[in-house]
């Protein structure tokens, strides 16, 4: 099945709800986390008023007609900030997605976006235990700083 990555449309912003709870990483055979926690104020930040601000942008991944993966960045200070000038990176992909290569696709047309952008980088948190690290250190992120359970990974232009 093919995959076009393109611009999320502002009408399509309420989906990232549903990215942002994908985006919430559950260890395998744990249980459910209620869809609520996307409410919590510490990840509400990732997508309330989005597109009202400088340098908020969304890519998404569409395929057979639907939006499935989804790439946006703010500047703000979420998990992964690392300074005012670098976006955050907030991604996720439908289950039913994984493993196609749209993570990949994504991440790798956020980057080119972003340094045609005139950005200095790109900042994330990432849970040492998701297999996105492996993407993540393939992309050339590096680790700024970590804590026992995650990562805050940069990669500069």
Request: aromatic share 8%; proline share 5%; charged share 25%.
């Amino acid at each position: 099945m093919s995959v076009i990555i393109r611009e999320m449309k502002k009408e399509e912003y309420p989906l990232l709800e549903n990215f942002l709870y994908e985006a919430v990483f559950r260890t395998p055979g744990s249980s459910p986390i209620p869809k609520s926690i996307v409410h919590h104020p510490s990840l509400r930040i990732y997508i309330e008023n989005f597109g009202c601000c400088r340098g908020d942008l969304c890519l998404c991944a569409e395929s057979g007609g639907c939006v499935a993966g989804a790439a946006w960045v703010r500047l703000m200070q979420g998990f992964g900030h690392v300074d005012d000038a670098t976006p955050e990176l907030a991604m996720s992909v439908l289950e039913s997605h994984r493993g196609q290569g749209i993570g990949t696709a994504l991440l790798q047309s956020m980057q080119n976006r972003l340094k045609k952008d005139g950005f200095p980088g790109l900042s994330l948190s990432v849970q040492k235990k998701n297999p996105a690290v492996r993407l993540y250190r393939k992309s050339n992120f590096t680790i700024q700083h970590e804590t026992e359970e995650e990562l805050v990974m940069e990669h500069r232009f």
